[in-house]
């Protein structure tokens, strides 16, 4: 629950420090593309129980967490800290 708290700050941080309509498209863009890979993660691990696909989709999941941290920091400072603990 409180990595998807700081996930959701990190979200409405972004979205208020973006300069242009393409930088809140971007933070839109990133954060459904994360919630997507979430979602499909635990629907491998759990609900079709294959771990195995589920280590392969681990990591885009994580670089769907770093590479908003990455593209944050350079407009949106706190909004790529509050992504540290959810990697």
Do not use: C, M
Not at 29 to 50: D, Q
Not at 57 to 81: D, G, M, N
């Amino acid at each position: 629950t409180l990595i998807f708290a700081l996930a959701t700050a990190s979200a409405v941080h972004a979205w208020r420090n973006a300069a242009s309509r393409a930088q809140r498209e971007w933070v839109i863009a990133l954060f459904a593309l994360n919630g997507f890979l979430n979602v499909l993660w635990s629907t491998l691990f759990f609900a079709l129980k294959r771990p195995d696909w589920a280590l392969i989709e681990v990591v885009f999941l994580w670089l769907s967490i770093l590479l908003p941290t990455i593209v944050f920091w350079r407009f949106a400072r706190p909004a790529s800290l509050y992504l540290v603990p959810y990697l």
